[in-house]
């Protein structure tokens, strides 16, 4: 059976054939779920170039998140989702085993090099604690700081005044924040401001901020930090071992 016979999808009764999906994808340069079976097949085989294991608890573990982030709490209910897949429990086990491993391959490609990558990255892992008031004029945006150093009560005025309503009904407070998680006009003044203080504006996004430094912390390695830089070591891996894998897409839709 050919690709062009296989139903990848139905819309009100019109049938898309599997070649049709994957034509589309090559043309957009998007193979998502090809890409992400590349990242399975290389994790699988450093798991067994380094006799990485995932034990019968590990796995069924691992089936029981599954069943919880799918809310699949009955039997029944996997046995039934499973059948409208055309899958079966197999699948189910090798998807878990899998999931183990990527953990622990992580931790293994990880192993070492904490300390040193937090060392020479100190700075990406510091973190402030900011509220915002945004709007959309320069001159709105001076009056409110004005404001705000005369003792007007910040929470008060990003209420009233701020345009970001996923902060203003919280006062503006938008949490903490790493320097990759805050546009570079704003890291350049909080991370070297002392909490209390207000700056701004500044245009971000022909938008107008007026920030107020609410906590300053330092970078630490605790277990929040170590977990970040063990994904980051993993991926920076993955991406490596993608470059160099002898991997090859045959044109699919053309084979019987």
Known sequence: MSLDQVIALQIDGCNFSLATVLRSAQMQGSF?????????????????????????AEIQEAV??????????????VKDWMEERSLSMADLAEFARIEVLKERVRNHVAAGKVERYFAEHRSRFEEVALSQIVVNERGLARELKFKLMEGEEF????????????????????????????PLAITTQAFRSVPGTIVGPL?????????????????????????????????DWLTARRK???AYMPQLWAQD
Do not use: C
């Open 244 to 246: 160099e894998a002898n």
């Open 64 to 77: 029981t998140d599954w069943r919880v982030a799918n809310s699949l709490y009955q039997a029944s209910e």
């Open 203 to 235: 245009e971000i996004d022909k938008k107008f901020y007026v920030v107020k430094i609410e906590e300053v912390n330092p970078a630490e390695l605790n277990a929040d930090t170590r977990a970040r830089i063990e994904q980051i070591l993993f991926e």
């Open 155 to 182: 929470f008060l005025l990003a209420r009233t005044f701020s345009t970001e309503e996923s902060s203003k009904f919280g006062g503006g407070y938008i949490g903490r924040k790493m320097r990759a998680q805050l």
């Open 32 to 56: 998502g779920a090809i890409h992400d079976y590349l990242t399975i097949a290389l994790i699988a085989a450093y798991a067994e170039e380094h006799r990485i294991l995932a034990s019968q």
